[in-house]
């Protein structure tokens, strides 16, 4: 498995959801050794309450849990959220979920016993292109995913973390106005967000890019400037 690759995933956040202590506590070490950010839960309605709470990038879930399993769990995120990678972990006798899994658009599921093996290249084949292919902006600007660098002109446009989290979050909605509560929930995360806070992280950012890249939608939110 190429290491450089399995070295982009402290890019990423990742919600561990599994009700066997055990277990949990395996991958959750397996996790770390490569996530930099790794949150775990005891089953769906811990887990779902701390995707609320930190919005993870991946979710890797079991399904049968008590109180409340994955297929629960994930019909509740998917009412609203289609872009947070999901991955099941499904037994070989659970393929009556299979169908379940496809309808709520899952990125990816592993079969059980999970190793380190099948566990990572199940990881980057739901991640796909997001950690391979750049993202074009424009014909001289694209975010390199993987150096994790927003480059202009074939020059590196030095940004903070959440700058870069931002403009790819303007991306993953690109065509689409990305509303103050999904940049609150997304970017500020677990933090307070002022529209004072927001207007002058933007007006910072601007001020860092080349180009404008940034348009405003007057009291809703951002998107992609429309000339891109």
Same mark, same amino acid.
């Given at each position: ?14 919600? $561990? ?94 079969? *059980? ?27 001289? $600007? ?18 903070? *973390? ?26 500020? *995360? ?8 927001? *207007? ?29």
């Amino acid at each position: 498995m190429d290491e450089k690759i399995l070295e982009r995933f402290s890019n990423y956040s990742i919600l $561990c959801v599994e009700d066997e202590a055990g277990i949990r506590k395996r991958l959750v070490n397996t996790l770390k050794y490569y996530f930099d950010d790794v949150i775990d839960a005891a089953n769906g309605e811990e887990g779902y309450e701390l995707y609320l709470e930190y919005k993870p990038d991946i979710i890797l879930s079991d399904i049968e849990m008590p109180e409340q399993n994955g297929i629960e769990m994930v019909k509740k995120i998917r009412e609203k959220d289609f872009h947070t990678i999901i991955i099941m972990v499904t037994a070989y006798s659970n393929e009556e979920y299979l169908l379940d899994l496809i309808n709520l658009n899952i990125n990816h599921y592993i079969l *059980k016993p999970i190793n380190s093996e099948n566990l990572f290249s199940g990881i980057i084949k739901a991640l796909g292109e997001r950690l391979t292919s750049n993202l074009i902006f424009t014909q001289d $600007c694209y975010f390199d995913v993987q150096r994790y660098e927003f480059i202009y002109q074939e020059s590196v446009v030095p940004l903070r *973390k959440r700058d870069k989290e931002f403009l790819l979050l303007l991306y993953r909605y690109k065509n689409q106005i990305v509303s103050y509560e999904i940049i609150d929930e997304y970017i500020w *995360k677990d933090k307070n967000m002022t529209m004072s806070a927001l *207007k002058t992280f933007i007006k910072e950012l601007r001020q860092k890019l080349p180009i404008n890249l940034i348009e405003n939608i007057s009291q809703t939110g951002y998107k992609l400037n429309s000339i891109l």
